[in-house]
């Protein structure tokens, strides 16, 4: 994972967005308890991980995780409260953007919000995440986001959907780097609410999205949250057993 404050990260994005020595875009991962548990499932994803130039904490789990194994995670940026400041950053240093996921509308109404507040900002399109993923829709997609060459395609499908469509796409789009963004363009919207400030401070958002959809988000959490801690433990365990032996 890239160990970095909000800065550092914005810093490395832009280096990675105006990159023109690759051949392929970079890309920004999202780390979070399910990511991982995904990862163990499944290798390509694994190497994915290992592979991206960049991986965003996203998730007060991962910090939970790092304090247990005695690596400081500097900051956690989740994408309802970090959408914002790469809009401002972006804003700021004339870096465009490009939306593509969620519902037909959504990723437009991001963009909308985003401007309101950053007028200046340039989001150069936006796509909704409900196409064919292979043939001639998702070449048409293609075609629209490398005619406008954005600097940054955020891509919102969820997990690992998003990452596959990434994989088989990269070294077809004309862009500077590539970032998974989940359900973030509901967030940016407005049209989903996060929890409450208390429930962020203390990370228990995840508690939050599991009251509101418990069925849905009931693997998710209620089993891969203990399984993720037990993987931490174990890790723990085996670097102990290795250090004094």
């Known amino acids: 994972m890239s160990n970095l404050e909000l800065e550092e990260l914005l810093d490395a994005i832009h280096m990675y967005a105006r990159d023109?020595?690759?051949?392929e875009p970079a890309i920004m991962l999202s780390a979070n308890?399910?990511?991982?548990?995904?990862?163990y499932k499944y290798q390509w994803l694994l190497r994915m991980n290992n592979n991206a130039e960049l991986v965003r904490n996203d998730s007060a789990g991962i910090q939970l995780a790092g304090k247990i194994l005695g690596i400081p995670i500097?900051?956690?940026?989740?994408?309802?409260?970090?959408?914002?400041?790469?809009?401002?950053?972006?804003?700021?240093?004339?870096?465009?953007?490009?939306?593509?996921?969620?519902?037909?509308?959504?990723?437009?109404?991001a963009k909308d919000e985003l401007l309101k507040k950053y007028p200046a900002l340039k989001i150069v399109g936006t796509?909704?995440?409900?196409?064919?993923k292979e043939g001639e829709e998702n070449q048409k997609v293609?075609?629209?986001i490398n005619r406008l060459k954005p600097d940054i395609?955020?891509?919102g499908f969820g997990m690992p959907l998003q990452e596959r469509w990434i994989l088989k796409n990269r070294s077809k789009l004309d862009v500077g780097i590539i970032m998974t963004g989940g359900n973030c363009f509901n967030f940016l919207a407005g049209t989903e609410s996060r929890a409450p400030e208390w429930m962020h401070k203390n990370g228990l958002e995840w508690l939050f999205r599991f009251l509101k959809e418990p069925v849905r988000m009931f693997d998710r959490y209620i089993i891969g949250n203990p399984v993720f801690l037990l993987r931490v433990f174990r890790q723990k365990l085996f670097k102990r057993s290795t250090s004094s032996s």
């Not at 308890?33 to 990862?39: E, L, V």
């Open 20 to 23: 023109d020595s690759s051949s």
């Open 33 to 39: 308890i399910h990511g991982i548990n995904q990862a």
């Open 74 to 109: 500097k900051e956690r940026m989740t994408w309802a409260d970090f959408g914002w400041d790469l809009a401002e950053y972006c804003e700021r240093e004339g870096l465009t953007m490009y939306f593509l996921g969620n519902e037909e509308g959504i990723a437009q109404k």
């Open 127 to 132: 796509y909704h995440g409900f196409f064919k």
């Open 142 to 144: 293609l075609e629209d």
């Open 153 to 155: 395609l955020v891509v």
